[in-house]
């Protein structure tokens, strides 16, 4: 079939070769400008295939702008090596595994650089607007699919599906096999609950700051989100011993923005950050649809609509988010789950919030079918993971291409950790106060997500009156 060219951070990966292509077993591999890509080998030096993305080595604590060595050597045990290799990586990457026997995609423990693939035609790609030419593009749009889980307003695509008929996303914690071009799940949450919470804590921090340290040394200003919320608080606070080389960002505004513009003014001035304000940005019509377009059609929320917001910052600094925290604060859990809790797809969907169709149905049952025996509240946390981030927030990733975005909490490690913590840490949200009085109790004295309840009460209101549909969104999402 015609392909199209690649656009920015995109990529492609099939049977056709181009003139600057890279050979992946029996395929080839083209990369979209700005899109890095390093060779990888083994302990012992022996080449075990690419990674794609902006990757950071946390043992070491730099970011990846060379070859890459696998702490591990390649044995019989493919497997091991490839888990080894993820271990040890943070930031955002996509690992095309190559060895003898095995040709592989292997996502970050959130799909950070999203891979969709056509499995009748032996392609895959970032998005489908790397993979079908125009015709192609239309001809196979999905407009029940996309209108049914409200796609242009806040909803999304998980379970692998996507935009477009005879394209799947590949999920967090599952490798594409390109021999067979069959999926497999490589990871179904940790081995046992931690005896030792506090020791899990440190290590987070540990994890957080390695990669806060080699963003210092690379390139580019380090911009550190702060908002109101739990998990931005987080990186305040492991961000401590450095908050004179980085900066603190806040996309300001009324409404939803009005209460981080206000609570990151006051922690800022309070504790003294450099804090840099950026103002909220409507796109334009054109650039929304860019924005959609170079997504694939997979997202076209709120983001799509200010995504320019943050543009001021792009080539000056990179810029660090707490997305992935929720995992560790039982963001899909409800009071009375427990272990035993019968999680079904029609459960999974009300507490996605969207609205059931018989695509998603069959979808989420084949996902849950990979999950037999793992604990009904593990199973929750990777809906999270794999739902969530790893089909919403990571598959943006080629939509707005510039400005490099990095969530120091997604890392196969720290999900591993997270996932880790007892049940009543993640209910009582103890993770975010335990780092907090860790690193910086002085930190303690300011709320979460909170201006008081007057004023709380009046700006869900406000949001309410705007979109309408926020209020059918809760309503599936209690039925859950």
Not at 373 to 396: C, F, I
């Amino acid at each position: 079939m015609p392909l199209p060219d690649l656009d920015l951070w995109q990529y492609r990966l099939g049977d056709t070769p181009g003139a600057d292509s890279i050979a992946i077993g029996d395929l080839w591999l083209d990369v979209g400008a700005d899109l890095p890509v390093w060779p990888v080998t083994d302990a012992d030096g022996k080449a075990a295939g690419v990674l794609l993305g902006f990757a950071i080595d946390l043992q070491a604590r730099r970011i990846i702008d060379a070859g890459w060595q696998v702490p591990a050597r390649l044995g019989a045990d493919i497997d091991a090596f490839a888990q080894a290799g993820l271990m040890a990586l943070g930031g955002r990457f996509l690992w095309i595994l190559d060895v003898p026997g095995a040709a592989r995609i292997y996502p970050d423990c959130s799909a950070q650089v999203p891979c969709v693939f056509d499995p009748a035609a032996h392609i895959a790609a970032s998005t489908a607007h790397a993979m079908l030419d125009d015709t192609a593009y239309q001809a196979r749009f999905d407009p029940d699919l996309f209108n049914a889980l409200g796609v242009d307003g806040e909803g999304w695509f998980p379970a692998g599906l996507t935009a477009h008929h005879g394209l799947h996303r590949l999920l967090p914690n599952h490798y594409l096999d390109l021999h067979s071009w069959s999926v497999q799940r490589f990871w179904s949450g940790p081995a046992a609950q931690a005896s030792d919470p506090d020791a899990v804590v440190a290590q987070i921090v540990d994890i957080v700051q390695a990669q806060i340290e080699a963003l210092i040394a690379g390139p580019d200003r380090v911009a550190i989100a702060l908002t109101a919320g739990r998990e931005t608080r987080m990186l305040l606070a492991c961000a401590q011993p450095y908050i004179d080389r980085v900066d603190f960002v806040t996309v300001t505004g009324s409404d939803r923005h009005q209460l981080d513009t206000v609570m990151a003014s006051r922690i800022a001035a309070k504790v003294g950050l450099n804090h840099r304000t950026l103002m909220r940005t409507a796109a334009t019509q054109a650039q929304r649809d860019l924005f959609i377009r170079r997504g694939g059609h997979c997202n076209a929320d709120s983001n799509a609509q200010f995504h320019p917001s943050v543009w001021p910052i792009a080539g000056s600094h990179v810029m660090v988010s707490g997305n992935g925290g929720e995992i560790a604060r039982a963001f899909f859990w409800r009071a009375a789950d427990t272990p035993q809790t019968a999680i079904t797809p029609a459960m999974l969907t009300a507490r996605f919030g969207l609205k059931s169709t018989p695509a998603l149905q069959d979808a989420l049952t084949l996902w849950l079918d990979g999950l037999q025996g793992v604990d009904s509240l593990t199973v929750l946390d990777l809906a999270y993971q794999e739902h969530r981030d790893g089909a919403w927030y990571a598959a943006q990733f080629c939509s707005d291409p510039g400005l490099v975005r990095q969530a120091p909490l997604l890392t196969m490690r720290s999900a591993d950790l997270m996932m880790q913590l007892p049940p009543d840490w993640k209910r009582s949200h103890r993770l975010s106060q335990a780092v907090v009085a860790r690193q910086w109790p002085a930190l303690e004295q300011f709320p979460y997500n909170s201006l008081g309840y007057l004023r709380d009460r009046i700006m869900k209101l406000r949001r309410v009156m705007a979109d309408p549909q926020i209020v059918l969104k809760k309503l599936r999402k209690l039925r859950g």
